[in-house]
């Protein structure tokens, strides 16, 4: 656990925020992009600290190094409707410009061909963000598709993630919010919190709801389970950080945080599990996957037992 000192040695995504200029979300993703050295060495840890005196290099327009196949338990259930998959931190969903080829999406078409599952094109229906892991389900027909979106539209899914927040969060919680794109300082936020709500609610603006419950206490943070209702971009980490518990990892909602920050190479977050409808035969279905191993290593390092 790392305190806000202030002569500590700066996480590279830090020296690289101020060294070009850019966002902490720009300057994560830099680094975890592949794009940036350290004295001449790849760094693919945004939270890795530097030394005084070390020679940073950010090139934008680098390649991305490729992540290479899933492994084959990355396949958590698969038929001709239905694929979903463990997927990994520092994976993205789908591509987020053209010509990125390491996505979630086609690497787990890949692996499904190998294992002679067909070659069906996978359907987007929800996504992940990059550094969160965990389960999520891809449609392999049209029909599936339709179906799957329409459950997700009408929050028929259920969704249980696990998370690491700073602080003690000690009873359970329905937190409910606006969304807007910019809550008045550049961030995305809950409507009427970063600044008093003037007016109506904006156009923009979409309806979050987030339920939380406390697992166990850690030092200077809790592990907490969070089940949405709904499924907005970035909704648990808002929702988190505006409560006063922001994920263990943020880069970005953390701002308002004053007290210790707990340093880990990304948003402490995993999808443990997703339930839903079975597009064809309208039977329920759920599928659980525990939190990788730097998850778990966090969990250990805060029970005080590594």
């Not at 396949?75 to 979630?104: C, Q």
């Not at 078409?109 to 996504?127: E, K, Y």
């Not at 709801?209 to 030092?219: D, F, H, S």
Request: aromatic fraction near 4%; include cysteine; charge should be positive.
């Amino acid at each position: 656990m790392a305190g806000a000192q202030p002569d500590r040695e700066p996480t590279v995504a830090e020296a690289v925020r101020a060294q070009a200029g850019v966002s902490w979300s720009r300057a994560k993703r830099l680094v975890s992009d592949g794009r940036v050295t350290v004295d001449g060495e790849k760094c693919l840890d945004p939270a890795a600290r530097v030394h005084a005196g070390a020679v940073i290099s950010v090139d934008a327009q680098a390649a991305r190094p490729r992540a290479g196949a899933l492994p084959e338990g990355a396949i958590v259930f698969h038929d001709r409707d239905v694929a979903v998959v463990d997927k990994p931190a520092g994976m993205l969903s789908v591509a987020d410009e053209a010509g990125n080829k390491d996505t979630l999406v086609l690497h787990a078409r890949t692996l499904l061909r190998r294992m002679g599952a067909g070659d069906a094109a996978l359907g987007v229906v929800h996504r992940l963000d990059r550094d969160t892991s965990g389960v999520i389900a891809f449609a392999r027909n049209a029909t599936a598709q339709r179906a799957l979106a329409a459950q997700f539209r009408a929050h028929d899914v259920e969704r249980a993630y696990h998370a690491i927040v700073h602080g003690a969060l000690a009873a359970p919680e329905r937190i409910e919010s606006d969304l807007v794109p910019d809550r008045g300082d550049g961030l995305r936020g809950s409507h009427g919190h970063f600044r008093r709500a003037r007016g109506n609610i904006p156009a923009d603006a979409r309806h979050a709801v987030t339920n939380v419950a406390p697992l166990e206490a850690l030092r200077g943070a809790t592990l907490v389970e969070c089940r949405l209702e709904t499924g907005r971009q970035h909704q648990i980490r808002i929702h988190l950080a505006e409560r006063g518990h922001p994920l263990v990892g943020e880069q970005v909602y953390i701002r308002d945080y004053a007290g210790p920050k707990i340093a880990a190479g990304r948003v402490m977050l995993h999808a443990r599990s997703l339930g839903f409808m079975h597009p064809r035969t309208g039977e329920h279905v759920s599928f659980v996957r525990e939190a990788p191993q730097d998850f778990l290593a966090m969990l250990s390092a805060l029970r005080g037992t590594r």
